[in-house]
């Protein structure tokens, strides 16, 4: 079997979230059963040198979008401790001009030519490598378009003859809309596509949309957040087509790295350990970040972490007036993220004028793994989170999560005190039911017993990509007969 996995970001070569990482993951633990590539563009971040990329050689393409010519050239690298290719679409005008993945302020419209192109690319570059493809998996609405390429402009290509495609939504919030003038940029015609279960909303094209409705299979990052997207609360007005889609639609929960991720190896930290023991190596990690942020060392007082993009999304808009509270929890709180500016700012000033709070508004994986482990709990109180990563990873070093019920973290987190708990929940979306999450923990963490059991329940839960690739080729393998 072929599969071709395309998206906006892989990791390690880019990453702005959760879907490098699985991308930069999932292939890995399909390797053995199929033949995999990987398409993605080749960003002004990515270090050619750093990353080893090499020009694949007879590689340049001509394509025509619109009133504009443009050529691609494609480099290619292997994946770190694979065999597979990933394959790096190069153009300047659309790709190598910036040093992000996703840049801020750039018009709209070039922004959605910028991932047609990609995608188009994509599919010309299969046939140009002879890469015959049995699975397409197009990730988010970057490249929701390959599916309505191949239902519309390719349907009766011979070479995709056989292609089936599988559309990943990570986030729904994310859909990619715009006016119906791109699509004679695509080449895609208007008359084909422009309708509700095509890619049509409110008058607009909506790449998310046509992902979902053009694809064979419809796959979301967590079983719980495939029912909540066909909710009107939850659907982000398209709740409608998921439920129209309801057949082809399947949740899969995302792994973590293990190797990656594993506080018996991680070189980030002042002192490894596993489950065994773990009591001594938290503590030195531990006590490293308090002295690193100028806290109290105090075994018997918590350190809340969290590791997360600044951003009403994940919860910190409950952190909004209830400063006093917070100062006067017995626990001390470490925020490592950046994003909205209003809220690098808010914490920024708390980090100066309280005695308990520190954040970091910087990008530091090497802190966020030191926090994984040194951190006594993890907090992370999301609005909404299709599957989140950082509660498993926080557990497979040892850090209870404290988190909302929603989407994935329904999903990974049993809540104490029930049988085999690994952390701890709360329900409603507000202030007041966060900080009694927080102090519920903060009480349970006095029993020395019970956090004792709580902390090894947590390491004993396989988060790993094994089940979920299981899954996977489940599907492609249902999908191809």
């Not at 057949?247 to 489950?275: A, C, R, S």
Request: proline content about 5%.
């Amino acid at each position: 079997m072929k599969i071709l996995f395309a998206s906006a970001e892989v990791k390690p070569f880019s990453k702005v979230g959760g879907l490098a990482d699985v991308v930069g993951s999932l292939p890995k633990y399909l390797e053995k059963n199929a033949e995999i590539a990987v398409f993605t563009p080749l960003h002004g971040c990515i270090d050619k040198e750093k990353w080893g990329l090499k020009h694949v050689e007879n590689s340049k393409l001509h394509m025509q979008f619109g009133w504009s010519s443009n050529n691609f050239e494609l480099y290619m690298a292997k994946m770190p401790d694979t065999n597979i290719n990933v394959f790096f679409i190069d153009n300047p005008k659309y790709f190598g001009c910036f040093d992000s993945v996703y840049p801020f302020n750039i018009d709209e419209r070039y922004n959605h030519e910028r991932f047609i192109a990609f995608s188009k690319t994509v599919l010309e570059y299969a046939r140009l490598l002879n890469f015959r493809p049995d699975i397409i998996n197009a990730n988010d609405w970057h490249t929701g378009m390959i599916p309505v390429f191949l239902k519309t402009c390719y349907k009766d290509d011979p070479f995709f003859a056989k292609t089936k495609t599988v559309f990943s939504i990570h986030n729904l919030a994310h859909q990619g809309m715009f006016y119906d003038d791109v699509l004679e940029f695509a080449a895609i015609p208007k008359w084909e596509v422009m309708f509700s279960w095509g890619v049509e909303l409110f008058g607009h094209v909506n790449w998310m949309r046509g992902g979902i409705n053009y694809a064979d299979k419809v796959v979301t990052v967590s079983p719980n957040y495939a029912k909540e997207i066909q909710t009107p609360l939850g659907g982000e007005h398209i709740d409608c087509t998921l439920r129209d889609n309801n057949h082809k639609l399947i949740g899969i929960l995302n792994g973590i790295d293990v190797d990656e991720f594993d506080p018996k190896k991680d070189k980030n930290l002042v002192k490894n350990y596993d489950k065994r023991s773990y009591k001594k190596g938290k503590a030195e990690c531990k006590k490293f970040l308090c002295e690193k942020f100028a806290l109290e060392y105090n075994p018997d007082k918590p350190l809340i972490g969290m590791v997360s993009r600044l951003s009403p999304q994940k919860g910190f808009e409950l952190f909004w007036g209830i400063d006093e509270e917070l100062k006067n929890i017995n626990a001390d709180f470490l925020i490592l993220g950046t994003g909205d500016i209003w809220l690098e700012s808010h914490f920024n000033e708390l980090s100066h004028t309280t005695k308990n709070i520190r954040a970091f508004t910087q990008f530091s994986p090497e802190l966020a793994n030191q926090i994984y482990a040194g951190a006594d709990m993890f907090l992370m109180p999301s609005k909404f989170e299709p599957c989140g990563l950082s509660q498993m990873i926080a557990m497979r070093y040892g850090t209870p999560p404290i988190v909302r019920v929603t989407g994935g973290l329904e999903d990974t987190v049993v809540g104490y005190p029930y049988k085999n708990a690994n952390g701890f929940k709360f329900w409603d979306y507000d202030s007041e039911n966060m900080l009694n999450g927080i102090k519920y923990a903060v009480n349970v963490f006095k029993d020395k017993n019970e956090w004792d059991t709580l902390v090894k329940s947590a390491m004993s839960y396989d988060y790993s990509w094994k089940v979920s690739a299981k899954k996977y080729m489940d599907m492609f393998k249902e999908l191809t007969k």
